[in-house]
């Protein structure tokens, strides 16, 4: 597959005007609507091998998402991204824009910055979403400014339809992996090259497999596992799990199913869309107010999905994600599902013969166990 | 002996520091008391505007992070971050974080306030780092204690009206939610008075400040770490005005008197970040043999002013609400990197600082990761010297000694180059 970096000069190349959007859920369906290609800047981490620029601003102990966007933004940034979007998903991330901003324009290579609060109490409260109201109209009229284009409410209806057909097809995709119809690794690596097209090339992508594999007979099953984290494990760990005879057959992964689950009703009114979407929003470690429905999502999905074993890839020092492990942690096991925790930084990448072999311990205990459950009811 | 070759010693013997000794265990014990005599119990973050509860009849609060320092501070640190790392919390977390749920899971054992009371309301505030909403998110689930996060959009320019009005807004759901939950009635005199003693006491805790731009330094950051507790246990009352008024009288008269904390100082220093709490007596005496005093920190030269300023931020007698949200952005945290270099370079100037000293401090990311840049700010702009140091707060053991000193020694070389 081709690198991050190459994808976005291709994408370029073709005359798309691309904004790279700091993680997780940005508005991408407006950005869109103003003529824009908005890529989200995450799951550099494969292309983006050496933190040379990044190391002079950022301290070791920022997350690895953080690490490889700033060395991709001040390494390449200027040559691929026409604008940089960003809201205040996290503490490490709204500590950015700055130093991001100052760095770029010392060498005469500055960015234009859009910038977003999105409110962390609940929208239902009506000063909230009044908030986010106001906001979003700034932002838009900020966007009318750039692009030199006004804001169209059936452009931005079309943006939502279009960008919720690839939150349905995303779906079904990953019902193809919980079926063992297609691999979780393939699959989510087919989700996840969403931020290195066009919205359309991914749509045509997703139909092209989804229609592929949903012709195929169900796989073969293993021991049924799922995923926890904000970026789904590098490929040689989701290798490692199907290859010991487990399979991934949901997940709460942040860039995955926490990103495409909740369909918001298609909308020209951006304030009433964001305000569904954020408040109805899949729960996630970094959406405040979705703390309490998070646990209970996350119950639901392994008591649905007859999860035996709940592998927690944690990303080093996300703060957000590690709070909550051992709440969650403590409320799978009370269920008889067996944890696995892995916690991936930005050197692990490149060094994963210890993962793979806890990998490797830890499915062999659950086959182990899954061998003699069987045992058991045959017997009765 | 002329009183300017007076010693270190002899300034540490000030009334100011019995009297905050007496006034911190007062203020813990009355909490507890209150508390066990039915109370309204809040635990809140230490940007939650705490003269609003100055506007009940019976309300208490408690700050997490404020009995986390103090637990550090009495080397009680190590031992509850332990115990939260037992229970499964990452030693990459704050150890604020670790060092409360340490206390907390663990029936205030190990805690020189035996913990706090348990709370009937938790509130956190997303401004110093919204990490707190998920701290206090462990307590709500554990407990099942409603918990209330105000949201204070970041600061990268000054406060804006629609963030204001935002501010405000939360105000009155936090207002409501106690009234609702305590059954008492919200007085908005009573709070008027409570901020007009805040705003009383920033500006004698400014006054005490000043004293570091005499030279020799009238007092020292370590000084200002220590003092700035009672802000978190008795904001918006009449004793905290009273402390920092003879703290700060105080401080005068050892000046006037030449009484100096490092009679020698050959360099001025400038701290960035949290406190060490773990090291304030060591540090500071270690640093006094060197002839150099960190006289400035940005941790609490911020205290009682808005984004980017120094001067105190005073109260017009109006509005008390209006005040409360004008000043939610006080702390560092929440500041962007031209808000933090412009106070930075003020307290330079006014200080006559020689160096800085950033704390790099992985328990703090929010007031560490923009630190590489505002060094290079302070270093290339202002052509002032600057260190980079690895401390963690509250937990000692993340903490190396020799290797901070070497690098503070580099940096008496380069100024004194
Ligand atoms: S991994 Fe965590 S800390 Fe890093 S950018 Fe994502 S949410 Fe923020
Ligand atoms: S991370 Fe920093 S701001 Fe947040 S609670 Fe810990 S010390 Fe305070």
Redesign the pocket.
């Given at each position: 597959m081709q690198s991050f970096p190459d994808s976005l000069a291709d994408l370029k190349s073709q005359g798309h005007t691309l904004i790279g959007c700091f993680p997780l859920y940005p508005p991408l369906e407006l950005l869109h609507s103003f003529g824009l290609s908005p890529v989200v800047l995450w799951g550099l981490r494969q292309d983006i091998t050496h933190l040379t620029r990044s190391d002079r601003h950022l301290q070791p102990y920022a997350c690895g998402v953080a690490r490889s966007l700033s060395e991709f933004v001040l390494s390449r940034g200027r040559e691929l991204l026409d604008a940089i979007f960003m809201y205040n998903a996290c503490d490490t991330l709204r500590n950015l824009p700055e130093i991001l901003e100052s760095s770029l324009d010392r060498h005469g290579a500055s960015i234009p910055l859009f910038r977003l609060h999105i409110p962390a109490v609940p929208l239902s409260r009506p000063f909230a979403s009044d908030y986010l109201n106001e906001r979003i109209r700034d932002l838009i009229g900020e966007l009318e400014k750039f692009t030199g284009r006004s804001f169209s409410a059936q452009t931005f209806l079309n943006s939502t339809e279009l960008y919720n057909r690839q939150r349905r097809l995303s779906r079904d995709l990953e019902r193809l992996a919980e079926t063992g119809r297609i691999r979780f690794a393939d699959c989510s690596d087919i989700l996840l090259s969403a931020g290195r097209m066009s919205l359309d090339d991914h749509i045509s992508i997703l139909e092209r497999t989804v229609r592929e594999f949903n012709g195929r007979a169900p796989g073969h099953q293993g021991v049924r596992i799922m995923l926890s984290g904000i970026l789904p494990p590098p490929v040689a760990l989701l290798d490692a799990i199907e290859r010991t005879g487990l399979t991934v057959v949901a997940n709460d992964i942040a860039a995955l199913r926490r990103s495409y689950d909740y369909l918001p009703a298609a909308s020209a009114d951006p304030g009433a869309y964001y305000r569904d979407l954020y408040r109805n929003h899949y729960p996630c470690t970094t959406i405040l107010p979705s703390a309490d429905s998070r646990l209970e999502t996350i119950m639901q999905t392994v008591r649905e999905s007859g999860v035996q074993g709940f592998i927690f890839v944690g990303e080093k020092f996300c703060e957000y994600e590690y709070f909550e492990i051992p709440a969650v942690k403590r409320m799978i096991e009370a269920e008889g599902v067996r944890t696995l925790e892995l916690e991936i930084g930005m050197d692990d990448a490149l060094n994963l013969d210890a993962y793979q072999t806890r990998i490797e311990a830890f499915a062999e205990m659950l086959c182990h166990e899954t061998r003699g459950s069987r045992r058991d009811n045959d017997a009765v | 002996m002329m009183p300017s070759e007076k010693t270190q010693g002899a300034f540490k013997k000030n009334t100011s520091g019995k009297r905050l000794s007496t006034m911190i265990m007062n203020d813990y014990l009355d909490l507890h008391r209150r508390a066990s005599e039915g109370a309204f119990v809040v635990w809140i973050a230490i940007i939650v505007p705490a003269e609003l509860f100055g506007g009940f009849e019976n309300v208490v609060y408690a700050v997490p992070?404020s009995h986390a320092a103090l637990c550090a501070g009495k080397g009680t640190g190590p031992v509850l971050c332990e115990k939260a790392e037992g229970f499964g919390y990452s030693t990459d977390l704050?150890s604020?974080?670790r060092i409360d749920i340490g206390t907390a899971f663990d029936g205030g054992r190990d805690s020189p306030t035996f913990g706090l009371p348990r709370p009937d309301l938790l509130i956190s505030n997303t401004n110093?780092?919204s990490?707190?909403v998920k701290?206090f998110d462990v307590y709500h689930r554990a407990w099942g204690v409603p918990h209330l996060a105000l949201d204070i959009p970041f600061c990268y320019e000054n406060q804006k009206e629609r963030d204001f009005r935002y501010i405000m807004d939360q105000f009155g759901t936090l207002i409501s939610t106690i009234e609702e939950m305590s059954g008492q009635r919200f007085d908005l005199d009573r709070a008027r008075e409570s901020v007009q003693l805040s705003s009383e006491a920033f500006k004698e805790w400014k006054r005490f400040l000043s004293f570091a731009a005499h030279r020799p330094s009238g007092i020292t950051a370590f000084d200002s770490f220590v003092q700035m507790a009672p802000i978190l246990t008795s904001r918006g009352t009449r004793r905290l005005v009273d402390h920092y008024r003879l703290l700060a009288d105080e401080t005068a008269e050892q000046v006037k008197n030449g009484i100096f904390p490092v009679p020698d100082e050959r360099y001025r220093l400038l701290w960035d970040n949290?406190a060490p709490w773990h090291q304030l007596r060591k540090m500071s005496g270690r640093l006094a043999g060197l002839g150099a005093n960190i006289t400035s920190a940005s941790y609490t030269y911020c205290i009682g002013a808005l984004e980017g300023e120094y001067d105190p931020y005073e109260f017009d007698g109006n509005d008390p609400l209006a005040w409360l949200a004008r000043l939610q952005n006080f702390s560092v945290?929440p500041h962007g990197l031209n808000l933090r270099g412009k106070a930075m370079n003020e307290v330079i100037g006014r200080n006559a600082i020689d160096g800085v000293v950033f704390a790099s401090n992985r328990?703090?990311?929010?007031?560490s990761l923009m630190q590489m840049d505002q060094m290079r700010y302070i270093r290339e702009e202002l052509g002032i010297p600057c260190v980079m140091i690895d401390v963690d707060?509250a937990d000692v053991r993340k903490y190396s000694e020799e290797t901070a000193f070497t690098r503070l020694e580099a940096l008496l070389e380069m100024i004194g180059a």
């Open positions: - | 992070e704050c604020y974080a110093n780092c990490l707190l701290w949290i945290c328990s703090c990311k929010v007031y707060h």
